[in-house]
């Protein structure tokens, strides 16, 4: 059932209107209401107007990897920024690159990995950058270690 515009409260837009990168027209579209309630809505809260194509830039790389990492049921994470051509999740960042697989280990380990990165066992997701589903050489290892009953 959809809500009739009367329905459609200013706290339910003011929610939709999160940052200046929202438009009005889209907020309009998605809770049915015109264009201007929302710009009303809009002005009220202070926030700037929408430019096509504006963007606010992050200011760290660790705010970058965040904005771009949507968690998903199942402890999973998809990445919703760039993709390389070969399918690999590219973090681009201040003229600087590297493979989303790196940048989540690092914020999420909180160390550089050592080697390639590669999915734990027990993800079964393509392309998942969920953090704790992410090992590197020493994680492989220690794991490895563990499933022999051994400790290195």
């Known amino acids: 059932m959809t809500a009739t515009v009367a329905e459609v409260t200013d706290q339910e837009i003011a929610r939709r209107l999160t940052s200046a990168e929202v438009s009005n027209l889209s907020v309009a579209r998605a809770l049915g209401v015109p264009w201007g309630r929302v710009d009303e809505v809009r002005r ?46 590219i973090l681009s960042w201040r003229g600087r690159a590297q493979t989303a697989y790196q940048a989540v280990f690092r914020l999420h380990y909180r160390r550089p990995p050592q080697d390639n990165i590669s999915h734990s066992p027990e993800c079964d997701r393509e392309r998942c950058v969920a953090g704790e589903h992410l090992e590197d050489r020493v994680l492989r290892e220690q794991r490895r270690s563990r499933e022999a009953g051994g400790v290195r």
């Not at 963007?55 to 999973?76: D, N």
């Not at 990445?79 to 390389?84: E, F, L, P, Q």
């Open 44 to 89: 009220r809260l202070g926030l700037a107007t929408y430019r096509r194509g504006r963007r606010v830039p992050e200011t760290t790389w660790q705010e970058a990897v965040r904005r771009r990492v949507r968690e998903v049921p199942g402890g999973h994470a998809d990445w919703t920024g760039s993709y390389h051509p070969n399918g690999t999740p």
